[in-house]
């Protein structure tokens, strides 16, 4: 059975950091591509960052420079260190882990929430 947890999201103040973690099992967790995605309330899931299975990553353009992703294949997990939140990131951020349409999984989101 294939599970994603997402665990560190909470409460910050503007300027402030959070890391954001998530474990998989069930897959050959190297083969996969993965992303943080992010859902604010009244809009639609949009990617914050993604990493290959080569460790190339890709990010939104508002979190460039702030945010950073990063892949332990060893510990099958991903990361997102988040720096200088503003209360626009606020959103539940989810977890994915993708290869195809047929081998796409995802967490059930962490919620963070910037304010002062």
């Known amino acids: 059975q294939v599970q994603l947890v997402e665990s560190g999201g909470g409460l910050v103040q503007p300027g402030g950091s959070l890391r954001l973690s998530c474990a998989a099992t069930g897959i050959r967790f190297s083969l996969y591509h993965l992303g943080w995605y992010r859902q604010a309330p009244g809009k639609q899931r949009e990617l914050v960052a993604s990493i290959t299975s080569v460790g190339t990553g890709l990010y939104a353009d508002s979190v460039k420079g702030r945010f950073t992703i990063s892949r332990d294949n060893a510990k099958q997990s991903v990361s997102l260190q988040m720096n200088s939140l503003k209360p626009e990131d606020t959103a539940v951020y989810y977890c994915?882990?993708?290869?195809?349409?047929?081998?796409?999984?995802w967490g059930q989101g962490t919620q963070v929430t910037v304010s002062s």
């Open positions: 994915n882990a993708q290869i195809s349409s047929l081998s796409d999984f």
